[in-house]
């Protein structure tokens, strides 16, 4: 079946520093790829997303880069910030209402003031 | 809007009790997720709905669980019997297009 592997499973930086989480997905079929942050006792929710159109989409802080051939897929955040510590989770679907949303497994990331 | 709204946020139950799990979602909003978090498994779609009707279901672990969806601003989720393996973190997600927007989430715990 469909399954998304996400790295690391915890990223620890120094504030100021850049941080990079990297996704792999299997289903050569998915065109739509979301990026959620959860904060503690809170619901994932999504800062940024990209489709299969582009190879690299930014806001502000924030980057994801699209490789399609080798299915893979990264999130890019640069001037760290105490307050981007959170978990990370990386995403694939078809792209339609109908379809399932493939969840990583998170990404873990503390960022040291 | 207030966003996806769920209830209870916090619920404490026996092994073998009833736990019935709810969620509003945005209006407008035409598909309906609902997910089970732990440590061990992650964020796990349980079933999804599309216009009110149930889509896929293929994630619901046992014939414990069940879900409906009777109107397009409401859905449950039931376990029955619940047993201390439940206990997890439960959202509810909506959206109208990709945006999967997510409630604050049911804590629940069996004992």
């Known amino acids: 079946g469909e399954n998304v592997e996400q790295h690391p499973s915890t990223l620890s930086v120094q504030e100021g520093d850049s941080a990079v989480i990297k996704c792999t997905y299997s289903d050569s079929a998915s065109n739509y790829f979301p990026w959620y942050k959860q904060e503690l006792g809170k619901g994932p929710q999504l800062i940024i997303d990209i489709r299969s159109n582009v190879g690299e989409k930014k806001d502000q802080r924030i980057a994801v880069t699209l490789n399609k051939t080798a299915k893979h897929f990264s999130l890019h955040i640069t001037e760290t910030q105490p307050e981007d510590s959170a978990v990370y989770f990386c995403a694939a679907s078809r792209g339609t209402s109908y379809d399932k949303v493939i969840f990583g497994p998170g990404t873990s990331l503390s960022v040291i003031p | 809007d207030a966003g996806v709204i769920q209830s209870p946020r916090h619920e404490v139950t026996e092994m073998g009790q009833e736990v019935t799990l709810r969620c509003k979602p945005i209006s407008g909003h035409n598909s309906l997720f609902w997910y089970r978090q732990t440590m061990m498994r992650g964020l796990e779609l349980l079933i999804y709905?599309?216009?009110?009707?149930?889509?896929?279901d293929s994630g619901m672990p046992e014939d414990r669980f069940s879900a409906k969806m009777p109107n397009a601003s409401f859905s449950t989720l039931k376990i029955q019997p619940s047993e201390p393996r439940d206990s997890a973190v439960y959202f509810c997600a909506s959206s109208l297009k990709n945006e999967q927007f997510f409630g604050p989430g049911t804590r629940l715990t069996v004992l």
């Open positions: 709905f599309n216009n009110n009707v149930p889509i896929d």
